[in-house]
Nanobody, 117 residues
Framework: EVQLVESGGGLVQPGGSLRLSCAAS????????MSWVRQAPGKGLEWVSF????????SYVDSVKGRFTISRDNAKNTLYLQMNSLIPDDTAVYYC??????????WGQGTQVTVSS
């Protein structure tokens, strides 16, 4: 059974940092592209970043470039998102997602990130 379990969310002041983690199990983690996707209150899903299996191919949505860093540890089956210089617009539920053949096929339960003073 595929499982993706996010952790590391919380309340942080503007300008602060958080590191999200996503523990994966039930599939060969090292073989798949992984992504972070977020959903702000009252808004739709927004793709944030992806990383390919070998950590060579990485991309970010423009709004987080230079502030967020995606990484993975294939030995630990874990995906990370380091978030620095957080702003209120980063407030959202953050999901990790596994990319299947044509679409995201598995999602975690999400972790809440709230940026507020």
């Amino acid at each position: 059974e595929v499982q993706l379990v996010e952790s590391g969310g919380g309340l942080v002041q503007p300008g602060g940092s958080l590191r999200l983690s996503c523990a994966a199990s039930g599939f060969t983690f090292s073989s798949y592209v992984m992504s972070w996707v977020r959903q702000a209150p009252g808004k739709g899903l927004e793709w944030v970043s992806f990383i390919n299996s070998g950590s060579v191919g990485i991309s970010y949505v423009d709004s987080v470039k230079g502030r967020f860093t995606i990484s993975r540890d294939n030995a630990k089956n874990t995906l990370y998102l380091q978030m620095n210089s957080l702003i209120p617009d980063d407030t959202a539920v953050y999901y990790c997602a596994k990319w299947g053949q044509y679409e995201f096929d598995y999602w975690g339960q999400g972790t809440q990130v709230t940026v507020s003073s």
